[in-house]
């Protein structure tokens, strides 16, 4: 076990822990309940307006999914700095990842207003109005991207510093102001499809700006240093692999239901978005771990980043046996609310006993997630998913030879799961995460 200087700097209670989780889950709720207001929305356009939204944010989806690296390393970097009490190089780790946030935007503007149309036709098939309206849709929309990508190192570094209330109002009243522009764009101006791209751009923007505000008043300037750059880029690597390797299992999760049957994949959509749902829960917890481990790490004690860890590992998996509860409890019903058809309800039955016998298992993932993340042990963590995403194609490719059913595609999603809360335990219980090494803020 690593050694380190024996001292308490951290106040780590169920309190402490709810203080950083409940700010984190209302922002990364905002964005899909967002999405829900303006499927809504667009869907009384029609069949062919609600096809191209659909396609266009599978591609605005993956400007924050890949890029997640601007919020999740810099939360761990700032902390540690936060914990030297040394504030002023959190902001500077804030500096550089918004500099990093603006320049990804920009290329990905390049890119989206250069090949929108053949992205377009990749994603939407032979269905041209559909991909015409997407494309046209994506070369608005994408004008946002800076907006998002500043959000995320914003919402980055100022978890950091434990500071969670500015990022929520920000957050809040971008979508806000947003959700009070999409009626009136799209059908008070009759700008259609075109209105829902512009007040989403609008949202973004106005949270970039917010937050590029918030850096400047704590005496930020937007002038990069080179060596913390490239270390933030060396982390977000590691991270931008983890997450196409969890992207991946998924992807082929779905890949292999749709081979079994339409019931299956109906099935297993509802499933998806139910674990989506609950990994905003969980994922919240996983961002409080974040900013407590790195705050202990960066004062040097390690006896308080392991209480630190202890603590987050069990309230984790509390919060995964609450979920699993739950969905136990809304079992009988919940199913309806997204089909009436009676295959699928067949299939979704035998799907939810999986998804909620997961959940504690996932609750103690996310929170080792989180405690690597918080220690910058993110290449070990990259590892860590490739391996159980390796394992769970195997039972997939199996489970569809054998027709095991949805049965089989959620046990090796639950696999998955156990691989990773198998591995993250050991290497937590290792305490190989203390050491300093080069993983050290630069």
Not at 79 to 89: C, L, P, S, V
Not at 102 to 113: A, K, T
Not at 168 to 197: D, E, K, M
Request: overall charge positive; aromatic content about 8%; proline content about 3%.
């Amino acid at each position: 076990m690593a050694s380190g200087k024996i001292g308490k700097v951290t106040d780590v209670s169920v309190r402490k822990v709810l203080g950083l989780a409940f700010p984190a889950m209302i922002v990364l709720a905002a964005e899909p309940l967002y999405l829900v207001v303006d499927t809504a929305l667009v869907g009384h356009l029609g069949a062919g307006q609600l096809a191209a939204l659909a396609i266009g944010a599978i591609v605005l989806a993956q400007v924050s999914g890949q890029f997640n690296f601007l919020a999740y390393g810099t939360t761990g970097r700032a902390a540690r700095m936060y914990g030297r009490h040394d504030r002023a190089g959190a902001v500077r780790e804030g500096v550089n990842a918004s500099v990093l946030a603006i320049i990804i935007g920009v290329v990905l503007i390049v890119v989206v207003e250069l090949f929108a149309h053949p992205i377009a036709r990749l994603l939407g098939g032979n269905n041209p109005v559909a991909v015409a309206e997407a494309a046209g849709w994506m070369r608005i929309a994408i004008v946002g991207a800076p907006g998002i990508l500043l959000a995320l190192a914003g919402n980055g570094w100022m978890r950091g510093v434990q500071q969670t209330r500015k990022p929520t109002i920000y957050v809040v009243v971008a979508f806000g102001i947003s959700l009070i522009l999409l009626p009136i764009f799209i059908y008070g101006f009759g700008w259609g499809l075109r209105g829902s791209a512009i007040a989403n751009v609008i949202a973004q923007l106005i949270g970039g700006v917010l937050f590029v505000r918030a850096l400047l008043r704590e005496g930020g300037t937007l002038r990069p240093t080179w060596a913390i750059m490239k270390a933030q880029l060396h982390t977000g690597r590691d991270l931008v692999i983890r997450t196409v390797a969890l992207q991946g299992a998924f992807a082929a999760a779905a890949a292999f239901a749709a081979r079994m049957s339409a019931e299956t994949l109906g099935a297993h959509q509802i499933g998806l978005q139910i674990w989506m749902l609950c990994a905003l829960v969980l994922d919240s917890v996983a961002i409080a771990a974040q900013s407590l481990v790195g705050q202990s790490l960066g004062a040097g004690t390690s006896v308080d980043a392991l209480r630190v860890a202890a603590i987050i590992s069990r309230l984790g998996f509390l919060a995964g046996v609450i979920l699993a509860v739950l969905l136990l409890l809304i079992k009988p019903f919940a199913p309806h609310i997204f089909t009436n058809d009676p295959q699928v309800l067949s299939q979704a039955s035998v799907m939810w006993w999986w998804l909620a016998g997961m959940q504690p298992f996932a609750g103690y993932v996310f929170a080792q997630d989180g405690i690597l993340m918080g220690a910058s042990d993110v290449a070990v963590l990259r590892t860590f998913t490739i391996i159980a995403s390796l394992i769970y194609i195997p039972i997939a490719f199996v489970a569809l030879a054998q027709g095991w059913g949805i049965g089989g595609i959620w046990f090796g999603l639950s696999v998955f799961i156990g691989v990773r809360m198998v591995l993250g335990w050991w290497r937590v219980r290792s305490g190989r995460w203390i050491t300093p090494d080069a993983r050290e803020v630069v």
